[in-house]
Structures are given as C-alpha cells and as structure tokens.
C-alpha cells in the first residue's frame, strides 16, 4: 500500500484536532490517536492550543510531572502525583475533570479508561468527530442548544480529507485501515447518538397521539434530532467507499421510516427509503451478510415504499423484481393495489406495558 501516496494517518489526526474547541483538553487513549494527533500538532503547528493529554501515560508520575511543567495551565489535584484512583497520591478522572471542565472544553479521544468510573452520575459524553465532549450528566438540551449542536458536528469533519476509493489496498494489519474505519465510524456515532435522541421519548407514539408532535420544525427536538441523524447518515451513504457500511444502510431506512410521519407525503423520503433499504439488502446478498431479522422484512419495505413513490407521482406501480430467496417475496407482493397501499410491518414488536392494578 501507498503510505507516502495517501498520507491518511496524518489527515486523521488532523482531523481529531481542528474539530475541537479554543483551548480543549483532548484525553487520548491508545497509540493510534495520541501519535496521529501529536504528530500533526508538533510538526504541523495543527492547534497549538489545544492540550493532549494520555490517559494511559497518565498513570505515570512522571508524565504529569512533565504535564505541570509543560502545560502549567492544566490542573491537577494538589498533593496527587499520578492518575490512579484508590492509590496512595492518585487521582481519579472525576478529580481532573472537577479541577479543569468549569474553565475549558474536554474531549475524549476513544473513550474513557477502563477502570475508573469515579465520572460515573457526574459526567457524561456526546460524540463530537472522532472524539466525545465531556459535559456535565445534568446536561440537557433545549431545541435551540440541540440546533446549535447538530450545526456544529456537521461540520467538526473536515470535508478536504483524501480518502482512498478502495478498502481493500490497504492490508488488514494495517493501521490505515484502522484510521479508515474510525473515520466512517465517527459519522454512524454521532448520527445514531441522534437517531436514539429522537426516539428515546417514544416519539413515534407521540406522533400518532399528538397533532403538535407531527411538526417538523426546528422548535420540535424530536424532529431536529432525526433530521440530523438523517443528513450524517445519508453522507456516509453517498461518499463511504467502496460501499457504505451496512450498519449505515439500515439506520438510514428506519430513520427515513420515522421521519415520514412527520411527513407521511414526502416524495423525496419515500424515494431515500426505498433506495436505503434496497441497497441494504443487496449488499448484503453480495457480501453475504446475515440480514437481521431476516430479509422477508425488508423486501417488504422495498415493495412498500416503491409502491408509495409510485402512488404519489400518479402512477400505477409495477411489479418489482427482487431475489428473495426460497420465499420469493417480491413477486409474492407484485399484484398488491397500489392505490391503497399497506404499511410495513413494526421490525420488532414493542413489549406491552403491564397496566398497574
């Protein structure tokens, strides 16, 4: 492979700096994204602001006694050496996040350091890039913070990066296989980390019951959390290669099934769901790839949602040829009415609640 060609290690560990915040503290975990983002920083001159810091070589004295020395804006607990809770003169994560968070952003590059679950019921994170932003675990959202926040990490990914067109160049110890997969992997969790958003107060039931939470304006969270989930996804649809992720294909589907009942008539949302979930399953055909649930449910949703383009421009829709297997499904479901189309089954039923005595 053509590490000098591609250079892309280096462009990811710019792409895990310039997405940060004036004057953040990066908590990095693992060789791959201290060395990306040191490198960048050191010889680059990438974000001289920002202060990286190891959570790994933190546990060592003599790091965080460099740290002091280095980055004397840091904070560390007085009379605490290294990072260690439960030792003699160690410190827990809480402790630095006490010290540090009330004055400047913190961002995690890979997660927290196993071990230490002192942040636990104090702080949380949100995906942001390739890293996650530590807040407070009180943290909530109105509809104009969640705007501002949707805004901001379609953006925090640097549209200038090179990527190669083929997975496949590249061998499966290589790290810029790694680096590939992280990069389409920050979009799928940042737009999941809305997908959950929008559905996590049972949205779909409110829709039905509440005529104000059909609104698909930027007042309504629900609504603003989906749509962002829906435009990250359909990025890595249309720019992932050499095929997007099947994990991508999926979560667009059903987010595009959630976002048409707000609007039950959108042309455009038929068409993306019909196109999401018939990718998504002749990939995986081609890749040979279980679908979950099986692939009854989303032929069906393919013949459904096709049925549905065609019902709203007009026109009577034609027989969709699909290779369904043993069950044959998309010839099964060709002579269906389009002028009364039926609605895709639930993909897992919902646990009915016990009604108190």
């Known amino acids: ?18 997405g940060l915040r004036k ?43 460099n740290l002091k020395i280095n980055y004397p804006d840091l ?38 350091k196993e071990g230490d679950y002192s942040w636990h019921g104090h702080y949380t994170s949100r995906p942001w890039g390739p890293s996650a932003q530590v807040l407070p675990a009180t943290h909530t959202y109105t509809a104009k913070s969640l705007r501002k926040y949707v805004d901001a990490i379609r953006t925090v990914m640097p549209s200038d ?58 007042d309504n969270k629900d609504w603003v959390a989906l749509d962002g ?22 979560n667009l589907g059903v987010c595009i099934q959630n976002a048409l009942k707000y609007k039950p008539n959108d042309l455009e949302l038929l068409q993306l769901a019909r196109d999401a979930f018939k990718q998504y399953y002749e990939d995986s055909i081609a890749l040979d790839v279980p679908i979950e649930g099986g692939a009854e449910p989303v032929l069906y949703a393919v013949r459904y949602f096709e049925q549905m383009v065609e019902y709203q421009k007009g026109q ?12 044959d499904l998309g010839a099964e479901e060709s002579s269906a009415a389009a002028e009364e189309p039926v609605p895709p089954v639930e993909k897992k039923k919902k646990k009915k609640k016990k009604r108190a005595a």
């Open 229 to 250: 989930a829906i435009q990250l996804y359909r990025y890595a649809k249309d720019n992932q290669k050499p095929r997007p992720s099947l994990v991508v294909l999926r």
């Open 23 to 65: 004057n953040a503290i990066l908590l990095t975990k693992g060789d791959l994204m201290i060395n990306s983002a040191r490198f960048v920083q050191t010889m680059e001159g990438v974000r001289p602001d920002v202060r990286i810091v190891d959570q790994e070589m933190m546990t060592y004295f003599w790091y965080v006694r």
């Open 75 to 112: 904070l560390f607990p007085a009379g605490k050496d290294f990072y260690y809770p439960g030792k003699l003169r160690g410190f827990s994560m809480k402790d630095f996040l006490d010290l540090n968070l009330p004055h400047r952003p913190v961002y995690l590059c890979v997660g927290w």
């Open 161 to 218: 990066v090179q990527l190669p067109t083929e997975a496949d160049e590249f061998p499966a110890h290589a790290w810029e296989l790694v680096v590939l997969n992280d990069y389409w992997g920050s979009y799928q969790t940042m737009a999941l980390y809305l997908m959950q958003m929008s559905e996590k107060d049972e949205v779909c039931a409110r829709v039905n019951d509440a005529p104000e939470c059909r609104n698909p304006s930027l």
């Open 316 to 327: 009577p829709a034609a027989p969709l040829v699909v290779e369904a297997g043993p069950t």
């Open 1 to 18: 492979y053509q590490r000098r060609v591609h250079g892309i290690v280096r462009d990811f560990g710019r792409t895990i700096l310039q």
